[in-house]
């Protein structure tokens, strides 16, 4: 009679084989995963934010492109404030502001004109109209002058 030999060897190799191959997947697979939802969280971020500003949110951008020295920059978001709301003074005065800095008085006289006829009892604003007119007045009328214009600030 002849015994019947069983190899455990060849079941050990199999065993192994299948061991590594469940060991590499669940090491492996959140890797991959991870690395894709990395990528796409990178694609995510490339796109433009949808956000919708709000007044506010220009006016103070706009303050902190004047105050910077980006007068142009300022009176581009202070005009897309007036998108959303026309009927803030405080918009117009920043407006005249930014127009008086770069030189066109005229302009900036009309936007005054407005801040006052929007909120005549600030001062300011009839302040800011009273020195446009009078620098539109003089001989070099559009030239801005030495005084510092004010800006309205608060909100």
Do not use: H
Request: glycine letters at 8%.
């Amino acid at each position: 009679m002849t015994k019947a030999t069983f190899d455990l060897s060849g079941w050990c190799r199999r065993l192994k084989g299948l061991w590594l191959l469940f060991a590499s997947l669940a090491i492996g697979l959140p890797l991959v995963v991870g690395a894709v939802a990395a990528k796409v969280g990178r694609q995510q971020l490339r796109r433009p934010l949808m956000v919708t500003p709000t007044l506010s949110s220009l006016f103070d951008a706009g303050l902190s492109q004047y105050r910077a020295g980006r007068t142009a920059a300022a009176l581009i978001v202070w005009r897309r404030a007036l998108v959303l709301s026309p009927t803030d003074g405080a918009v117009y005065n920043n407006i005249g502001s930014a127009l008086m800095r770069l030189g066109q008085t005229s302009e900036a006289r009309s936007a005054f004109q407005k801040a006052v006829a929007l909120d005549p009892k600030q001062e300011l604003f009839s302040n800011n109209l009273d020195w446009a007119t009078r620098e539109l007045a003089r001989p070099s009328a559009g030239q801005v002058g030495t005084r510092t214009m004010q800006r309205f600030d608060s909100r």
